[in-house]
């Protein structure tokens, strides 16, 4: 700004306290009050790292135990968190928190969120609903948006500071050309702009992981490949370098390979961490938060899940032909014999992919055989190479199963080039079987007929539907189309399922999960038909207890992501989960959906460290379904990372006392901020009487009164307030507010009006800007009749920010100094803030007489009198204050460089092992390992060294800027009111002021 070209350009004075005061122009109490709670409420950085507001700035039902990360996030320098709760916790309302508090503590200013695609929405709407942040996603359509409202080459990831990309679309070449113009922006360490983006949240952050693939080697030895980085995983890691603080999102982190494992790690906190090298369990320990629901269930009643096998008896049809199947792969296994093992692993694919789809159902089956004989008869091919884990396991890709461009069928399609030519019989098996499942089209199987006996007895009586919600899961489009089809058929109305599937437009999935978690006497919808692209981040448990897994995924990641969906916070009743069971009979196919039904049962009930429970059920598959088996690790073969993987997967256990003590905290917090109801509204109705809008519209919808308001029509400058009151049900429909938590959990038809929401946020603003403003309707000054009230004091209202050097605010806060009237004594700092919430917080605050306020003119303006004892208690204060935070930040500090070197002394040894180990297995991993593989582990190996010759430079660097975030503190106090507080003594016989 250009001083004398600036139009309009004027110099407030110094407010500080009024020099003179008006006995006519006292302000009303209660008005004072509202903007001294702004002021309040403004005050948010603290040098304490156990006080938060974060939670009070969110319309979330925050628990004790999601405090715990963001306490973790501000005990360090940068908050480096892999958020690793069982599925069900709200990871979601975890990362919301830290981002909330680094935000108002000045840690941060911009945010990426990286996440599925079929995710971006619901995490737009989470941060505006429960924390007043708005989100901007971008991809190819905002790019078009961006280019019509700003220049043609506008970049969307610099325009908008908060902004979430899909972790499918950052890797594509537009978004990575647009983040290298924003890299290039991003000073080397240097600057005002050090750093891309302040925060990084990557959602179901396994996706970003390397996989760890089985191979046939090159000694023709099938044998566990080296993590070899995709795509993603590249793009994922450059934007990492380039963020300060990085949340990981996932409850099942850990795919069973620690190269995996650790080159996750590396993204999350590259100063402990470096990939293929073995973990140090104390760092991980500091930078892994997992708890399950297993050890919170007595402290905060989550329901224990019911696993129950829903029984049908296969028809004769049915197990002629999975005899007919079974022959095949027979006829299979003995022409690849003396093949090689690249052979042998795709017919195990083969078999396996074939018996998968006939266990989901004759369409899906029917359709895969199709496109099996199309590539082995008319040469149709597929350059696609590929293992169990790759195809079905752990390391599966997240496209959704039934497409075409599938890996499964691209996986089947590429068997051709390894497989013998298939024989006449052979071909003959595979039309009738063809025939046989495409014979299913429009009617029901043995299992189907067993499912809808099961949907009609849970959702219907006679034919009254009841209460009642089922959520049925399949990993088969074709499936789930051939159970809609016949449920229609069999008399379910259209408006009576929903279907989320892959192809499922975003905006229509968070309407059809609106609909399906709104009360069943609202929306008619009864079952929701989905495929696994529900089975990540969609919440189902509003309204919904029962699932059913219609067909078993091989991953078992998957079956647990599947049941997550209703088991898990907020669900009121016990999860019911099911699926089918074979009513005796020794056939083949009864003997194959058993074994799958007690894999089914056994992820189920248990809880797992999933990564490693792959490595247990793969091989139990391949065993059972294709006859033979991959290797399984014996003890002495596992990594030392795996224990320290191990242990922190079996989750921190937090008893009810540690629960009690964060909750206890959070109530604490929550009354020094005097966040009663009433304070809101009071904040709220003051802030349009200022700005001269229409008040607040009570509802009268409760008991109490006041207890739910509707917005008045605004002005247009207020038309941000508005966002998130309607609903993807009713878009046009503005909800009704209120400022009482307990109201708003009741129901999803009142939006609660917490400190981060826009109504609130606006209105603080407002109030505060007034106040320093030198609002002339405001004189700063009131007098109140406290009840209860011994002695009358005078005290100002001030507000202290220390600030470091580079004008960091390193705490803040508003505090009370006073002095009693009729005694030159200063006000008792606890007594001082406990009359200040007794004064303030009253619901009818009564004014003192004229009399008294001439009497406190009067006194107040003698320059020798009572505004000096006010301004004396002040400077006190202020330097009590300023000592102690700065006692405080002292430690601090000791404590931040003491954890920079315990994190670095710990690295180097780590580094110094791994690479002694690696290269140990060097000379092994020639033989063992593809090109690209070897080409990883060199360059990991070497990356290793480098860090190790940096550490020390690197530790020398994270020191300063500890020492320098503490350096050069001042003291700034801003007096914002004087407030007389008279007893009812007083009131009645007059102040006598000496």
């Not at 009070?56 to 940068?78: C, H, K, M, T």
């Not at 905006?507 to 989905?530: C, H, M, W």
């Not at 004189?779 to 004008?807: I, N, Q, T, W, Y």
């Not at 040894?909 to 070897?934: P, Y």
Request: overall charge negative.
């Amino acid at each position: 700004m250009v001083w004398e070209l600036e139009q309009g350009r004027s110099l407030r004075p110094e407010l500080g306290l009024p020099a003179t005061i008006d006995a006519e122009r006292f302000d009303d109490p209660s008005r004072l009050a509202a903007f001294i709670d702004a002021l309040r409420w403004g005050a948010i950085t603290s040098a304490d790292s156990q006080v938060v507001q974060a939670p009070f700035r969110s319309g979330a039902n925050v628990e004790a135990y999601q405090l715990e990360p963001l306490r973790r996030a501000l005990r360090e320098s940068r908050a480096n968190l892999l958020l690793a709760d069982d599925v069900g916790l709200g990871k979601t309302i975890e990362a919301g928190l830290v981002v909330q508090e680094l935000f108002l503590r000045h840690r941060a200013r911009t945010a990426i969120i990286v996440c599925p695609a079929g995710l971006a929405l619901k995490w737009q709407d989470e941060m505006i609903d429960k924390f007043g942040l708005d989100f901007t996603i971008i991809n190819s359509e905002t790019m078009r948006e961006v280019r019509r409202s700003h220049v043609l080459h506008a970049n969307p990831f610099t325009l908008f500071p908060r902004i979430i990309v899909s972790m499918s679309w950052l890797p594509g070449q537009r978004a990575q050309r647009l983040l290298r113009d924003v890299y290039a922006q991003t000073a080397k360490g240097e600057g005002a702009r050090r750093f891309a983006y302040d925060i990084l949240i990557v959602d179901e952050a396994h996706h970003v992981a390397p996989s760890s693939p089985q191979r046939v080697d090159k000694l023709n030895i099938t044998r566990r490949g080296y993590a070899v980085d995709s795509q993603r995983t590249h793009a994922v890691r450059e934007l990492a370098e380039k963020c300060e603080h990085r949340l990981f999102l996932s409850a099942t982190p850990h795919n069973g390979y620690v190269e995996s494992f650790t080159a996750l790690l590396e993204m999350i906190d590259p100063q402990r961490f470096v990939r293929g090298s073995h973990i140090d369990q104390s760092a991980l320990k500091e930078v892994a938060v997992r708890r399950l629901k297993s050890t919170l269930k007595e402290a905060k009643g989550f329901k224990e899940r019911q696993v129950t096998a829903l029984p049908f008896e296969p028809t004769a049809s049915e197990e002629e032909a999975y005899e007919r199947l079974l022959d095949f792969t027979s006829r299979r296994d003995k022409a690849v014999a003396t093949g090689d093992g690249a052979a042998e692993q795709a017919r195990d694919l083969a078999t396996l992919l074939l018996k998968k789809r006939f266990f989901s159902s004759p369409v899906a089956f029917a359709k895969t055989v199709d496109v099996y004989l199309q590539t082995r008869l008319r040469g149709v091919d597929a350059d696609l190479s590929g293992d169990y884990d790759d195809v079905l396991g752990a390391d599966a890709d997240d496209l959704e199963e039934g497409r075409s461009d599938q890996t499964e069928l691209l996986t089947l399609a590429s068997t051709r080039r390894k497989l013998p030519p298939l024989t006449d019989e052979d071909v003959e098996d595979l039309r009738w079987l063809s025939n046989w499942g495409h014979d299913f089209d429009g009617t029901v199987d043995s299992r189907l007929a067993a499912l809808v006996r099961h949907l009609d007895g849970v959702l219907l009586a006679g034919e009254h539907w009841l209460d009642e919600r089922i959520v049925v899961f399949t990993e088969y489009v074709d499936t789930l189309t051939w159970i809609r089809d016949n449920l229609l058929q069999h008399g379910y109305d259209v408006e009576r399922i929903a279907i989320i599937d892959g192809s499922t437009d975003p905006e229509q999935r968070e309407i059809t999960r609106a609909e399906f978690n709104e009360p069943p006497s609202k929306t008619k919808v009864r079952v929701l038909l989905a495929t696994d692209a529900a089975g990540e981040g969609i919440d189902l448990q509003a309204h919904c207890h029962r699932l059913f897994n219609y067909d078993i995924p091989f991953n078992p990641n998957r079956l647990e992501q599947r049941i997550g969906r209703v088991d898990r916070y907020g669900q009121d009743h016990q999860p019911d989960i099911r699926h089918f069971k074979p009513l005796g009979g020794r056939s083949g196919l009864a003997s194959d959906v058993h074994f799958l039904a007690l894999v089914a049962t056994k992820i189920a009930r248990v809880e797992l460290d999933l990564g490693s429970a792959n490595e247990i059920i793969a091989p139990d598959i391949q065993r059972q379904l294709a006859g033979s088996v991959m290797a399984i690790r014996s003890e002495k073969d596992v990594p030392k990372g795996d224990h320290a993987i191990n242990e922190m997967l079996l989750g921190q256990r937090q008893v009810n006392a540690e629960l009690t003590a964060l909750e206890t905290q959070l109530q604490e917090d929550r009354e020094s901020l005097h966040l009663r109801p009433m304070n809101l509204r009071r904040v709220v109705e003051t802030a349009l009487e200022l700005d001269m809008q229409p008040p607040l519209i009570p509802t009268h919808a409760e008991e109490d009164d006041d207890a739910v308001f509707e917005l008045p029509d605004l002005a247009r400058s207020w038309e941000p307030v508005t966002r998130g009151l309607a609903s993807r049900l009713e878009p046009e429909r503005l909800r009704p507010i209120t400022f009482d938590q307990d109201v708003a959990r009741a129901t999803t038809d009142v939006v609660h009006a917490h400190l981060g929401h826009p109504l609130l946020q606006r209105s603080t603003r407002l109030l505060r800007s007034a106040l320093w403003g030198g609002e002339t309707d405001l004189s700063r000054v009131s007098a109140v009749v406290v009840p209860g009230l011994d002695e009358s004091f005078a005290a100002a209202v001030v507000r202290l920010v220390l600030v470091g050097r580079g004008g960091i605010r390193l705490h803040e806060e508003v505090f009370l100094a006073g002095t009693r009237l009729n005694r030159r004594q200063q006000v008792g700092v606890e007594k001082a803030e406990d009359l200040l919430a007794r004064a303030l917080d009253g619901d009818e605050l009564t004014e003192a007489p004229d009399d008294v306020r001439k009497g406190l003119a009067t006194a107040w303006d003698d320059d020798a009198g009572l505004r000096a004892r006010v301004e004396e208690a002040i400077r006190t204060r202020v330097e009590k204050r300023t000592q102690d935070v700065e006692a405080r930040l002292a430690k601090r500090r000791e404590e931040d460089l003491a954890r920079v070197d315990a994190i670095f002394t710990r690295f180097g040894q780590t580094l110094r092992e791994s690479i002694a180990e690696a290269e140990k297995l060097q000379e092994e991993a020639e033989a063992m390992l593809f090109d690209v593989e070897q080409h990883q582990s060199e360059r990991d190996l070497r990356q290793m060294r480098v860090r190790l010759d940096e550490l020390d430079e690197e530790r020398r660097r994270e020191r300063r800027a500890v020492e320098t975030r503490y350096e050069d503190v001042k003291p700034w106090p801003f007096p914002a009111a004087v407030l007389f507080a008279i007893s009812p003594a007083d009131a009645e016989q007059g102040v006598a002021v000496r």
